[in-house]
């Protein structure tokens, strides 16, 4: 399965090469011509397969997904052997507490230590721990032996292991990065299927640090309209049941429809079209009730003279965490979405 | 010009959701203009063309108002919501809104009367809307549907008081100076911007297409001529403000100097502004493609992105004829 490999690849951004080489060759014999660009982006051009209907011109549409996942770069070596490190896109120091990591090009492993239990006071057990000064140990027991293994600047990205749960029901599964690699791996299912859209797919880069790789990627595609697809935020569990109040989206309830977040507004034919086609087709769907996070779309919507874009989501539980969770229902219904949106974008935009 | 402001202010038109007030605009200013179209992200483009060689001027005056966007609709048929722009909870308690397809709603607040609610303020995530509906079936609105504050316009003698003077009253002034200009020897590009107030957006993707070679927006701005209010040099009646610089821009002082100088020669009172809070589609449009010099007239304005902002229709005939000047002189920056 593409998302399994997708999301054991590694790729903080702003070094997405290992998630690109990877992708690159799940999608290669579907597309005709591909390129890497200036910031890394991968940019798949993938020419109609069908005339447009009525003689019409295929419309020219970027499908996004990000290639780069959240992670930590080393910042110093200290005299302990201990690595200090900053975090790369958006991190909650929460999460960090004793989790094992990979560091640098050869992956050595590590741990973010932090202190047990027994010499943490009674006062300070409530609160959120102080990160400032935590370190990443790799066992290295003086700054020379740490030297051999780890550089100033390494990235280093989570363990997060593939697992399978709940096969013959939601067919949830976990990992590290599904937050993009959720979207990639439905970029590449909807590649394989023939199209009367003259169609780039954009595996972008650095999008978690501010959406750099799909604002120069859609300034030299000049699309018509752009999808960018997603993995976003599930709330649904841990949550009080009597809660009656915007839960963002729900497990197993299909792919989540952006109508806004702190981004974009998402053009509303395109949001009437997904709507539509989903009805249609019977495909379960859901919107992202939160105006909450922000996406490629942020960054393509106001490129040149502006391009009508909309995000569509897999739900993903624990997102910007060291692992996280999705149904695969929910990805394969978000294929059928897209896929169908695509069809019925073939005259171009509905006005 | 009074009954187009009554028209203008009174029209829906959150950010995002601009088709109806879009066309109410183009429908006003269609007969004035040579072309007259809508780019992808809805903004409203007039040109009227120059009878020479003078400059392109983007005149951008955005359509969209603050507002509310629902993101859940609870099994009673009460509404929860996020903010389109800068709303703040406080102004909200006891307020009404009205959805694109006249749906109307009342904001509650689920700790109003309990013995708390006098010593704290709501928070966004307390509030919802009640329109009347009894469960989620039969609410007449969903998730994703945009909704503004409905108050009726006012006179209060020369104070004009609406739900969103920001920024339908630059609207007005810029359809009046289109309507009343005669010939100008630049190609006047009258903008009518989308998505301003959630961060200038169409004005972003707008002056990208025109190229203009000078930028000027319309905008409101805050006074500080109010009890107790925090010390700004602008105040109501005292003439259009020229903006020299706000928190997203520094107006280009060729443009700052060309605005003072053309109202001390036509005898139009004007104010200089610096804004400490916010900024305007200038910003958007002065950093578009290899950059364009912009500046912003300022029509001042008390309770910014309340549901009564107030104005003075003496400000807002000084900005109309300081901007027929400007749009029909040389100018030299």
């Known amino acids: 399965m593409n998302l399994q490999a997708f999301t054991q690849a590694r790729g903080v951004s702003g070094n997405e090469g290992a998630a690109r080489e990877v992708i690159l060759k799940a999608v290669q014999d579907h597309i005709d011509e591909h390129i890497v660009d200036a910031l890394g982006n991968l940019i798949c051009h993938k020419r109609p397969r069908r005339p447009a209907p009525e003689g019409g011109r295929a419309p020219r549409i970027m499908l996004a997904a990000h290639m780069d996942e959240i992670g930590l770069i080393v910042t110093g070596i200290n005299s302990d052997g201990s690595l200090s490190f900053g975090k790369v896109g958006g991190i909650d120091d929460r999460v960090l507490v004793s989790k094992q990591v990979l560091v640098g090009e050869s992956a050595v492993p590590g741990v973010i230590g932090y202190p047990p239990i027994h010499l943490i006071p009674r006062s300070e057990r409530d609160r959120a721990p102080d990160m400032t000064k935590a370190v990443i140990d790799i066992g290295a027991t003086d700054k020379a032996g740490a030297e051999k293994l780890a550089s100033p600047g390494d990235y280093v990205t989570f363990r997060g292991e593939w697992a399978e749960l709940d096969p013959t029901g939601q067919r949830t599964v976990m990992a590290k990065a599904l937050d993009d690699r959720a979207g990639c791996a439905v970029l590449a299912e909807l590649l394989q299927g023939d199209y009367a859209v003259d169609l780039y797919a954009v595996f972008t880069a650095q999008e978690e640090v501010g959406t750099r790789g799909a604002r120069v990627a859609a300034a030299r595609i000049a699309p018509d309209l752009a999808i960018a697809l997603e993995g976003t935020i599930c709330d649904d569990l841990p949550r009080l049941p009597e809660d009656d109040t915007s839960p963002v989206t729900r497990l197993g309830d299909g792919p989540a429809i952006t109508f806004m977040d702190r981004s974009f507004i998402a053009d509303r034919r395109l949001l009437n079209l997904l709507l539509r086609v989903a009805e249609a087709k019977g495909i379960p769907h859901q919107f992202k009730s939160a105006v909450a996070g922000g996406t490629d779309s942020g960054a393509i919507h106001v490129t040149g003279g502006g391009v009508p874009s909309i995000t569509v989501a897999v739900p993903t539980r624990y997102i910007h965490a060291p692992i996280s969770m999705l149904s695969l229902k929910d990805l394969d219904h978000t294929v059928q979405l897209v896929q169908a949106a695509l069809y019925a974008l073939e005259g171009g935009l509905p006005s | ?333």
């Open chain 2, 1 to 333: 010009m009074k009954e187009m402001i009554k028209r203008l202010v009174e029209a829906y038109g959150p950010s995002g959701h601009e088709s109806t007030i879009g066309a109410i605009i183009s429908e006003m200013v269609r007969p004035h203009v040579d072309e007259l179209h809508t780019d992808a992200l809805g903004n409203i483009i007039a040109l009227k063309r120059g009878t020479g060689s003078g400059h392109a001027i983007m005149v951008a005056s955005h359509m969209d108002e603050i507002g509310l966007v629902v993101t859940w609709v609870d099994e009673k048929g009460f509404l929860r919501f996020a903010a389109t722009g800068g709303v703040s909870p406080v102004t909200l308690v006891g307020g009404r809104v009205r959805f694109a397809n006249g749906t109307l709603g009342v904001i509650g607040w689920e700790r109003w009367m309990r013995p708390d609610a006098g010593t704290r303020r709501p928070e966004m995530d307390e509030l919802y809307i009640d329109v009347g509906a009894t469960s989620r079936e039969t609410c007449p609105v969903g998730v994703g549907d945009a909704c503004g504050f409905v108050r009726p316009y006012e006179e209060f003698g020369t104070r004009l008081v609406a739900k969103s003077m920001d920024d339908r009253i630059a609207c007005a002034i810029a359809i009046e100076v289109l309507a009343g200009i005669g010939s100008s020897p630049h190609d006047l590009y009258f903008v009518f911007t989308t998505q301003e107030e959630v961060g200038t957006r169409g004005a972003l993707t707008a002056a990208y297409g025109i190229e203009p070679t000078v930028g000027i927006a319309l905008d409101v701005t805050m006074v500080g001529d109010t009890p107790k209010a925090r010390p700004m040099a602008v105040s109501l009646g005292e003439g259009p403000a020229i903006k020299v610089m706000d928190s997203g821009m520094l107006a280009h002082p060729g443009v700052v100097r060309w605005m003072i100088t053309t109202a001390e020669a036509a005898g139009i009172p004007c104010q200089r502004e610096v804004l400490l809070g916010g900024s305007t589609d200038a910003r958007a449009i002065q950093t578009s493609r290899a950059g364009v010099p912009a500046g912003c007239i300022s029509i001042p304005c008390r309770y910014v992105h309340t549901p009564s902002e107030m104005v003075d229709f003496g400000d807002v005939e000084h900005s109309v004829a300081l901007l027929k000047a400007l749009l029909t002189g040389p100018i030299a920056l």
